[in-house]
C-alpha cells in the first residue's frame, strides 16, 4: 500500500472551458450578469471570470463561497443550505441551536460558504472523486445553479463528469437544451 494519494482535479482548459460556458448561458437566458469561480478540490480558485455589468464587490465572493462549501463539505450549496436552513421533513421548524450551528460553521471557514444555491459539485464519473465545484452569483439563485449546471453539461468533457445536483430547477430557463 502507497503512502502517496493521487488527487484529479480539472485542468485550466477545462475549469476555463466551464466558466465560459456558464457565462454563454446567463446571456442565453437574460439573467442578469454574473459572477463564477470554478475551484479544485483543495479549494483553490482555478478560474475567476465576472461579467460586465455584475457588482464587482459582492458577487465575486459569493461565487467563491459557493464553490468552496462544495468542495468543504462534499455536497452542492443548495443542499448545504437545506440540511441547516430548511424545515424537517416532519415539519419542524430549523431553531436557534441548527442556525448557530450553520453560522458557526461559516464562521470557521472564513466566510467562505454559502448555504444556499448557485455551488455545484463536480466527481469523475468512474470513481465519484471530486475534481472542483463551480461558483454562481449575480442571477436569481437557481438561475445561478443552471448557469453552472449548464457549463458543465456543454463542456468538452461532460461525459467524464457527473454533478450534485445532477438537474436544475429553475422555472425562468428560455433555452431548451436540457
Partial sequence: MSGILRVKTLSLRAADEIATLAIEACE??????????????AGHPIVTKRMDGCPAMAYPAISLAKANTCVSVKSSS??????????SES????????????????????GKAAAFQGGILLMDKTDSQIVGSVGVSGAAGDEDEYCALRGVWDCSIA????????????KTVKDTKR
Avoid: W
Fill in 159 to 170: 461525459n467524464e463528469l457527473t454533478t450534485s445536483p445532477s438537474e436544475h430547477s429553475c
Fill in 28 to 41: 442565453l437566458n437574460k439573467f442578469n450578469p454574473i459572477s463564477i469561480c470554478v475551484m479544485d478540490p
Fill in 78 to 87: 443548495r443542499a448545504y443550505g437545506a440540511k441547516y436552513l430548511k424545515p
Fill in 91 to 110: 415539519g419542524e421548524k430549523v431553531g436557534p441551536e441548527t442556525f448557530a450551528r450553520v453560522l458557526n460553521q461559516i464562521t470557521t471557514l472564513g
